[in-house]
């Protein structure tokens, strides 16, 4: 069996956090995987941006070729791509390519890109998609749940990718980043077009959503949230507004816990704030509340063994709150799987600090599984 590794970064460890039962109450469902706020060393009140470590969000380069691309799903709802292609791609030949997820609550731009890019930039061709209802896809109404939804689009990324003429669709491959690990692990284990598989700070929504952070929430807690978003359903099945729900919390407080902190630095400020053209900024990252309880029956994990013999690559910060994710999927898949924690790393850390972001092992990754 392959051994948990580590990579050694220079930057000081973040301090652990407990995140417990009476917080989980103020950040019930996707707000575990997209609160936000400041750094967990910020001062409150202030619009933090911790641009250390690299911090690179809107990173381009000049050695890659960015197309705006679009298809279609077995839903028939167009998906919205940013296709990178190196510039010195031989188009004559074919090669190895990857499609990559943005973490929940986000969209493309915001951290999909990045990781696109970068592979892009080691010969890669990447993709970055917007996950059906948010970003530029289709669906209405926006920011609905639907993970089944969410899987397919990956899927419907390999049709694409595997039809242009000089990609190798048997060399095809998968990045998701923060809550898009858990989409790509689900459309994993009934697409075995896709030959390898990465996911990098992952959530697993499904039981950040039913049990929260280390356990935290209890069943009766799980049921009132179930029920208040089944009687929001009365209201706007009769035309009733939409009603969002936890997300990134748009300033801070006192009392503002620090992980919200850790998301705020990302989602509300300069280092990775962006809305879709099409957006209300007021409501980035929030899920519908009627929707988002459909998490509850979202189970990823089960049956993660059958992905093998295809290989899954586990990246996650040894400091990261959502470390517990990774672990379990890690004990769950069978051979050649890897884990990797990244030294001083926390959750959001991975989303854009290219310092600590491991792209050497992403790349010797699918170099060696995507090969010829």
Known sequence: MNKPIGIDNTAEPQSSVDFGRRDLLKLTGAGVAALGAASLFSIPFAKAQDMSNGANN???SDRVTLEKIAFKSQYEMNVA???FIPNDLDRNARHPALVVGHPMGAVKEQSANLYATKMAEQGFVAMSIDLPFWGESEGEARQIVSPDVYAEAFSAAVDFLGTRPFVDRNRIGA?????SGSFVISAAKIDPRMRAVATVSMYDM?????NALNHSLSVEQRKRTIAAAAE???????GGDVEYTSGTV???TADTH???REFYDFYRTPRGEFTPASAN???TTHPTLTSNVKFMNFYPFNDIETISPRPMLFIAGDQAHSREFSEDAYKRAAEPKELVWVSGAGHVDLYDRVDLIPFDKLTSFFNQHLSA
Do not use: D, K, M
């Open 232 to 238: 929001r359903r009365w209201s706007e099945f009769e």
């Open 175 to 179: 990045i998701g980043v923060c809550g």
């Open 58 to 60: 809107f990173y381009t």
């Open 281 to 283: 900024p007021q409501i």
């Open 81 to 83: 791509g940013n296709l």
């Open 258 to 260: 620090p992980i919200q």
């Open 250 to 252: 748009h300033e801070l």
């Open 206 to 210: 499904g039981a950040a959503n039913r």
